[in-house]
Nanobody, 120 residues
Framework: EVQLVESGGGLVQPGGSLRLSCAAS????????MSWVRRAPGKGLEWVSS????????TYADSVKGRFTISRDNAKNTMYLQMNSLKPEDTAVYYC?????????????WGQGTQVTVSS
């Protein structure tokens, strides 16, 4: 059974940092591209970032480029999202998903999400 469990969310002031983690199980993590997506209050789902299976390929939404860094540790079956210079508009529930930018929505595998709130 595929399981994705996010952690690391919380309340942070503007300009602050958080690191999200996604623990994966039930599939060959090292062979799968992975993604982070988010849903802000009252808005639709927004793709944030993806990473290839070997971690050599990363892509970012323009809204987070230069501030967020996606990474993975295949030995630990875990993906990360380092978020720096956080803005109030980054407030959202963040989900990890199995698959790359063009395939995550079809994979059907998502975590339960972790809340990130950026507020003073």
């Amino acid at each position: 059974e595929v399981q994705l469990v996010e952690s690391g969310g919380g309340l942070v002031q503007p300009g602050g940092s958080l690191r999200l983690s996604c623990a994966a199980s039930g599939f060959t993590f090292s062979s799968s591209a992975m993604s982070w997506v988010r849903r802000a209050p009252g808005k639709g789902l927004e793709w944030v970032s993806s990473i290839g299976s070997g971690a050599g390929s990363t892509t970012y939404a323009d809204s987070v480029k230069g501030r967020f860094t996606i990474s993975r540790d295949n030995a630990k079956n875990t993906m990360y999202l380092q978020m720096n210079s956080l803005k109030p508009e980054d407030t959202a529930v963040y989900y990890c998903a199995k698959g790359g930018r063009r395939s995550y929505s079809d994979s059907g595998y998502w975590g339960q999400g972790t809340q990130v709130t950026v507020s003073s």
